[in-house]
């Protein structure tokens, strides 16, 4: 059994277990991408929230949410990783 650690390597589970086609393992990968893309917008979003108070201004968060930007933005790099998302991608 393959061990994912990037989804790159769904490709490698295709070529050992034959049950799905190659179409419909592209596809589902393609729907898995465009997924990843709308969650690291919307962890994008979360963080812009947090720095702009809400309000949109200039503001200097506090430590307890910049402790939750790193969080919310950790979890972003991760999705970019794992699904191989670039920033041209994203935008």
Sequence with gaps: ???LK???DFKKI????RIFSEE???RHIEDLRQAAIKWIKELEYQVKLI?????HLP???TPGEW???EGLLSKRDWIKHFFNITEEEIK
């Design 51 to 55: 720095e702009t108070n809400n309000f």
């Design 67 to 69: 402790i939750k930007c």
């Design 24 to 26: 419909t393992i592209d």
């Design 14 to 17: 295709r070529s050992e277990n």
């Design 1 to 3: 059994m393959t061990e």
């Design 59 to 61: 503001y200097q968060p």
């Design 6 to 8: 990037t989804l790159k």
